[in-house]
């Protein structure tokens, strides 16, 4: 299965795009962030935004406004031995990787598929 685009986003200046890619290695997902450089898109720190196997990581994606920070859900990824509880999880951009902040945003029941949605305020620091 073909899922790349399947969730986009966008920085306020055009500059920054993500990619979610929820079918990527069987269903496992990766997330691909793009910057623009006046002539052409190159791809960043792709390889560190993947999830596990069967999660879809990538269903749904957010960036902040400054492009700095991230949000990427997981809606499939089973918590604790519970199933499809869902994660989401926020990267901030440190330069030359991204890093995770704060914890892990799980759902708590099975079936829950928390992060079929996603959404993160212009300045990074508010996520639903």
């Known amino acids: 299965l073909i899922a790349f685009g399947t969730a ?14 929820p ?3 069987n269903f496992t997902g990766r ?9 052409t898109w190159g791809n960043v720190y792709q390889t560190d935004l993947s999830g596990t196997s069967g999660s879809r990581f990538g269903y749904a994606v957010g960036i902040s406004a400054d492009e700095l920070r991230i949000i990427i ?3 499939y990824e089973s ?4 199933n499809y509880t869902g994660q989401t999880k926020v990267f901030e951009d440190t330069g030359s990787s991204w890093e995770q902040l704060g914890q892990d ?3 708590s029941t099975a079936g829950d598929i928390s992060g ?6 212009g300045n990074g620091e508010r996520v639903v």
Do not use: Q
């Not at 918590?79 to 519970?82: A, E, L, R």
């Open 8 to 21: 986009v986003g966008m920085s306020s200046t055009g500059s920054r795009i993500i990619i979610g890619d």
């Open 79 to 82: 918590v604790n031995g519970i």
């Open 116 to 121: 079929n949605s996603v959404a993160m305020a």
């Open 73 to 75: 859900s997981a809606p």
């Open 23 to 25: 079918y990527d290695n």
């Open 105 to 107: 945003l799980n759902g």
């Open 31 to 39: 997330v691909h962030v793009f910057d623009y450089d006046g002539t």
